[in-house]
């Protein structure tokens, strides 16, 4: 009963950490793309710009949902991804995933793999699909540099008008020899560019239906 007391007691502890932490250090609008808005704050940790995209569509919640989880697809939208696929399938949310990006000379390619999540709360419908850096799974290959610092968070919350909000968060280091101040200049392009090719997709998964989902 004592190590339970302490166990509560140090997680409660923790969430209020992360509370003061996260009112530290706000996010900061940046500006509005074609109807993206971007907001930004610094990793302390790294002083590499954290992400935090947010935008609408009208699609149904499965056509969203079908289309972020389309693995071979991915490509298609998401700023010069080549190479995707499914290292390990755990179940229908579940799962560890490997991408390959392609980085302008005179920079080297990134790779990284990440063990994702999904949930879809039971009340409001909302889905949020986790996804964490899981580097060790296998081995890093000669000439790619290996992500090893990457957390992102996509949610999707349906809205009464038939809309859908997107709220898509990314902290990630490119490690390698890329300037801090060099990514931070460009730090929203890539994701900004592919959630614009994300909306060009939608329209091909207008009929699709996801298991897990409840609409």
């Keep these: 009963m004592r190590c339970l007391t302490m166990l509560l007691w140090l997680s409660a502890c923790l969430a209020l950490c992360n509370d003061i932490v996260a009112q530290n250090n706000p996010w900061k609008f940046r500006h509005d793309h074609n109807g993206v808005q971007v907001y930004t704050r610094k ?20 056509a969203v949902v079908a289309l972020a989880t389309d693995i071979p ?11 995707s696929h499914l290292v390990r399938g755990v179940n229908e949310t579940e799962g560890y995933l490997y991408m390959r ?21 039971p009340h409001t419908k909302q889905v949020t699909s986790v996804s964490k850096s899981a580097h060790h799974l296998i081995p890093e290959k000669e000439g790619i540099v290996r992500i090893k610092i990457l957390e992102t968070k996509w949610t999707y919350t349906p809205l009464p008008s038939g809309m859908v909000r997107l709220e898509y968060q990314l902290k990630s280091d490119p490690a390698g020899n890329i300037p801090k101040w060099l990514v931070n200049l460009a730090a929203d392009d890539g994701p900004v560019k592919s959630i614009m090719g994300l909306k060009q997709q939608l329209g091909k998964y207008e009929k699709a239906s996801v298991g897990f989902l409840r609409e």
Excluded: C
């Design 43 to 62: 990793d302390s940790a790294t002083g590499i710009l954290e992400l935090k995209l947010r935008t609408e569509v009208r699609a149904s919640l499965n």
């Design 73 to 83: 697809n991915l490509k298609n939208w998401a700023y010069r991804l080549k190479e």
């Design 101 to 121: 990006t392609d980085f302008p000379l005179p920079f080297s390619d990134r790779d990284m793999v990440v063990h994702y999540v999904m949930k879809q709360d």
